[in-house]
């Protein structure tokens, strides 16, 4: 999916989603997050898989700035990864991480090239799955594009949720196309 694609990845802490990339042939990847400790070690599982530094750009920052910088410098990307922690732990939370999450997917609608793709994620449990799609569609209506979801993306079958906890069921996301 990667191959020869300029790939951002926001929130990357310890780097997972960027080695995926470059090892999946991908022409460059920014990788930004505000943990400096966690670049490091992202670097290091860089090294230790034997992959192309060249390729590869890390970014000490806070995510919703680093975004709105590469908006004015007019920077543009053919896949985007938005992996934020946990803005909203509890309902009480949903209306301030709503917020957050529109605010990011929106600038990253607007960094994507025109049939680009952009995985956004959720680990909110106050954040249900129905709500997080409506955010994203709402950022995707004011940044102007039109996006198809691709594929809805969940836990794995060995992370079940109890019925008597359905906020167990906070890891939520989308894989969304950009229409050309």
Not at 15 to 24: D, H, V
Not at 135 to 156: C, E, N, P, R
């Amino acid at each position: 999916m990667a191959h020869d694609k300029d790939v951002l990845n926001c929130f990357c802490y310890t780097g997972g989603f960027s080695l995926y990339a470059l090892r999946g042939g991908a022409k460059s990847v920014l990788s930004i997050d505000a943990s400096g400790d966690a670049l490091r070690i992202a670097a290091e599982n860089l090294a230790l898989n034997s992959l192309d530094l060249t390729r590869a750009e890390w970014q000490e920052a806070d995510v919703f700035q680093a975004l709105r910088k590469l908006r004015d410098q007019g920077r543009t990307f053919d896949f985007i990864i938005l992996d934020p922690p946990k803005f909203a732990p509890t309902a009480a939370f949903a209306e301030k991480a709503a917020r957050g999450y529109k605010d990011i997917n929106l600038l990253g609608f607007k960094l994507l090239r025109p049939g680009g793709l952009l995985a956004t994620y959720s680990c909110s449990g106050g954040i249900s799955e129905d709500l997080f799609q409506k955010i994203i569609a709402g950022a995707a209506l004011d940044a102007g594009v039109d996006a198809q979801i691709i594929h809805y993306l969940h836990a794995s079958a060995d992370h079940p949720v109890l019925l008597s906890f359905p906020e167990g069921a906070y890891l939520k996301g989308l894989a969304l196309r950009v229409c050309a």
